[in-house]
């Protein structure tokens, strides 16, 4: 069939609106209808040329919210018409990694999904006879795509898929990192650095938690007022500390935040957030993502003293079974999703989106096919 779809013919590109050809799902696969899809940094990082795993052309985006078209041979728990979300680790119930409570990183179809084709080392988009890569398992940048069926959270009819699109990656990511990665404790002090999309969630997983101090840690201090209004109490811009971030951190904090996650994808503040918890028991959570062949560094003496380097895909949580509470909660309130939603475009605008995204003046923008 034939879908418009926003193709990254190669890095550092703008995406260009094509009509491409969509093959329809194959075993244990199902076509999807997009019916709108977040933009999010990890779609910009892959643009960017920095991702290793970046294949081109391809077909980016994997926050979608999405209404089932048509069912592959085996599928077994999807109808045509039931709403979902993709999710970009799947859960296929079956490997080691799903049954262990200790992670979510399924690893039924790891070897293919990053490198861009489905489960059976084939592509289902074309154009003009040329095969394009899949992304993430999702590529919820086209009207129409197929993704296999364990890596599909059926979700409530009745929410809205403009809104609940958001918890196919950021939102779930950051609530997910307090409460799954991090298990943030009831008043403690958290430290959040980078105030999009990913940050803004672990400032809600926060209050969920029962943090007494939230601390929102941005370079563009025009996040601050989103961090304040999902419940951070304290803001600091690193740019207005003069001397040592580290020090000022834990002068300022009583010897350091309990909690921190940094949510840019920047090495030397993954550092700075491990180094500023406090000695004896901070926690500092890796959420973003850094480009191709960085590392990390810290003194060993700075773990030695009892602080914890984790990271966290996905929040840690297990899609199929646990997504569909995600939506839940947001239909009954106790998750905002709203006001993250900044901006809403056409899928012909889409490369406004990162515009806004890099300029600092969306929190999320959402595509409406
Ligand atoms: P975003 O661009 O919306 O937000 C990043 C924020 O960081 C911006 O507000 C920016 O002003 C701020 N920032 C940049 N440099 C800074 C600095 N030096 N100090 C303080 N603040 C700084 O991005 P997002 O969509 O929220 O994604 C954040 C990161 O999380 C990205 O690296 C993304 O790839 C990653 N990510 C990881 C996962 C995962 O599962 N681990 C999931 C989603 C996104
Ligand atoms: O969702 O924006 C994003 C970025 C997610 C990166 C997560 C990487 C997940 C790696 C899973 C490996 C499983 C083999
Ligand atoms: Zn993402
Ligand atoms: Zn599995």
Same mark, same amino acid.
């Not at 989103?226 to 690193?238: E, H, I, R, S």
């Not at 940094?262 to 500092?284: F, K, Q």
């Given at each position: 069939?034939?879908?418009?779809?926003?193709?990254?013919?190669?890095?550092?590109?703008?995406?260009?609106i094509?009509?491409?050809e969509? =093959?329809?799902? +194959?075993?244990?696969?199902?076509?999807?209808?997009?019916?709108?899809?977040?933009?999010?940094h990890? @779609?910009?990082? *892959?643009?960017?040329?920095? @991702?290793?795993?970046?294949?081109?052309?391809?077909?980016?985006?994997?926050?979608?919210?999405?209404?089932v078209?048509e069912l592959g041979?085996?599928?077994?728990n999807l109808s045509?018409? /039931?709403? $979902?979300?993709?999710?970009? %680790?799947?859960?296929?119930?079956?490997c080691?990694?799903c049954?262990?409570t200790?992670?979510?990183?399924?690893q039924?179809?790891?070897g293919?999904?990053?490198?861009?084709?489905?489960?059976?080392? *084939?592509?289902r988009?074309s154009?003009?006879?040329? @095969?394009?890569?899949?992304? &993430?398992?999702?590529?919820t940048?086209?009207?129409y795509?197929?993704?296999?069926e364990?890596a599909?959270?059926?979700?409530?009819k009745?929410?809205?898929?403009?809104k609940?699109?958001?918890?196919g990656?950021?939102?779930?990511?950051? %609530?997910?990192?307090?409460?799954?990665?991090?298990?943030v404790?009831?008043g403690?002090?958290?430290?959040?650095?980078?105030?999009g999309? %990913?940050?803004?969630?672990?400032? #809600?997983?926060?209050? &969920?938690?029962g943090a007494?101090?939230i601390?929102?840690? @941005?370079?563009?201090?025009?996040k601050?007022?989103?961090a304040k #209004?999902?419940?951070a109490?304290?803001?600091?811009?690193?740019?207005?500390?003069?001397?040592?971030?580290?020090?000022?951190?834990?002068?300022?904090?009583n010897?350091?935040?309990d909690?921190s996650?940094?949510?840019?994808?920047?090495?030397?503040?993954?550092r700075?957030?491990?180094?500023?918890?406090?000695?004896?028991w901070g $926690?500092? *959570? $890796?959420?973003?993502?850094?480009?191709?062949?960085?590392?990390?560094?810290t003194?060993?003496f700075?773990?030695v003293?009892?602080?914890?380097?984790?990271?966290?895909?996905?929040?840690?949580?297990?899609?199929?079974?646990?997504?569909?509470?995600?939506v839940? +909660?947001?239909?009954n309130?106790? %998750?905002?999703?709203?006001?993250?939603v900044?901006?809403?475009m056409?899928?012909? /605008?889409?490369n406004?989106?990162?515009?806004? =995204?890099?300029e600092?003046?969306?929190?999320?923008?959402?595509i409406?096919?």
């Amino acid at each position: 069939m034939k879908a418009r779809a926003a193709v990254a013919w190669e890095a550092k590109k703008p995406l260009s609106i094509e009509e491409i050809e969509v =093959m329809g799902p +194959r075993e244990g696969e199902v076509l999807l209808r997009t019916v709108a899809s977040g933009v999010c940094h990890t @779609d910009a990082f *892959t643009l960017s040329g920095d @991702d290793p795993e970046g294949s081109f052309p391809c077909v980016l985006g994997h926050e979608g919210g999405c209404e089932v078209v048509e069912l592959g041979p085996g599928v077994k728990n999807l109808s045509v018409g /039931d709403h $979902v979300i993709p999710l970009y %680790i799947p859960e296929c119930g079956e490997c080691e990694y799903c049954k262990s409570t200790e992670t979510n990183l399924c690893q039924s179809i790891a070897g293919t999904v990053w490198t861009g084709y489905m489960p059976d080392g *084939t592509r289902r988009f074309s154009k003009d006879g040329k @095969d394009i890569f899949h992304y &993430m398992g999702c590529s919820t940048f086209s009207e129409y795509t197929v993704v296999p069926e364990i890596a599909l959270a059926k979700i409530n009819k009745a929410a809205p898929l403009d809104k609940v699109c958001l918890l196919g990656c950021g939102v779930t990511t950051g %609530i997910g990192a307090v409460l799954n990665t991090a298990k943030v404790k009831p008043g403690s002090t958290v430290a959040v650095f980078g105030l999009g999309g %990913i940050g803004l969630s672990c400032i #809600q997983g926060a209050v &969920m938690a029962g943090a007494e101090r939230i601390i929102g840690i @941005d370079i563009n201090p025009d996040k601050f007022e989103f961090a304040k #209004q999902l419940g951070a109490t304290d803001f600091v811009n690193p740019n207005e500390i003069d001397g040592s971030f580290v020090e000022y951190m834990q002068d300022t904090y009583n010897g350091g935040p309990d909690y921190s996650f940094e949510c840019i994808g920047n090495t030397h503040v993954m550092r700075d957030a491990l180094e500023c918890t406090h000695m004896g028991w901070g $926690v500092s *959570t $890796v959420i973003g993502v850094a480009g191709a062949g960085q590392t990390i560094e810290t003194r060993p003496f700075n773990l030695v003293v009892g602080r914890t380097w984790k990271g966290t895909a996905f929040g840690g949580v297990k899609g199929r079974t646990e997504l569909p509470g995600y939506v839940d +909660r947001y239909m009954n309130g106790s %998750i905002e999703l709203d006001s993250l939603v900044t901006h809403t475009m056409p899928l012909e /605008d889409i490369n406004t989106a990162f515009d806004l =995204m890099h300029e600092g003046k969306s929190i999320r923008s959402v595509i409406i096919f």
